[in-house]
């Protein structure tokens, strides 16, 4: 088994990356990283200085590779399965990397603001960002309200890296910014990507995990 993970299962942007290796069906090992133990802390820093994950090893090529979306850009090039993660037409991939960019951005982001103020002292918090956070979700809800309509995934009829980012980002905004009635097509979109069995099976092994969330 030539791959490895470096990963946790509550970690969102594991998610995504977890998405896209199921989608793929690309062997892997999995390696659960807690960061309170300091030997698992020091084999994620040798590998990734920065200290996040994921981190996708190739054991083939020696090949250390972070951060989710390039993890999933290196699936699509050295390690394709049936679904095309990175469309080949030029003008699809473009929105694929677009919508992957902006649910990271736009949902994702202002997401684990209010998670992170959450996790703060009560005299560190900072009220008005996690406000501006907020109302920076409600926009991109707006924007996605529109874009996605008629479309049974981000970018039309096929599954792409954009679905990746975006189960996490709209399963946890979803906690801390619930979709009401008034976004039926977020709603629904959402309730495809759950059905999804890549993500059902992500969501399963976070399952027993979920009760650290913050939210």
């Known amino acids: 088994m030539s791959l490895t ?7 969102s942007y594991c998610w995504k990356t977890l998405i896209a290796l199921y989608e793929a069906e690309a062997p892997f090992e999995p390696r659960l990283i ?23 090893v190739d054991g083939q090529t020696g090949q250390v590779v972070p951060e989710s979306s390039i993890i999933i850009e290196y699936l699509a090039a050295h390690h394709p399965g049936r679904t095309e993660l990175v469309p080949a037409d030029p003008t699809a991939a473009l929105e694929a990397r677009l919508l992957d960019r902006f649910f990271d951005q736009q949902v994702h982001e202002p997401m684990q603001k209010h998670v992170g103020d959450k996790l703060r002292p009560a005299d560190k918090r900072d009220p008005f960002g996690v406000e501006q956070a907020h109302a920076q979700i409600e ?67 976070a399952e027993p995990y979920l009760h650290f969330f913050p939210g």
């Open 5 to 11: 993970l470096y990963y946790h299962p509550l970690a």
């Open 34 to 56: 807690d960061l309170g133990d300091a030997a698992q802390r020091d084999t994620l820093t040798r590998l990734w200085p920065l200290m996040k994950f994921p981190v996708l």
């Open 139 to 205: 926009t991109a809800y707006d924007v996605l309200e529109q874009r996605l309509a008629g479309r049974a995934w981000a970018i039309g009829d096929t599954f792409t890296i954009a679905d990746c980012a975006a189960a996490p980002a709209l399963y946890y905004a979803n906690r801390v910014h619930p979709l009401t009635a008034s976004r039926p097509v977020l709603t629904s979109y959402l309730q495809r990507l759950h059905a999804r069995p890549s993500f059902a099976r992500v969501f399963a092994e």
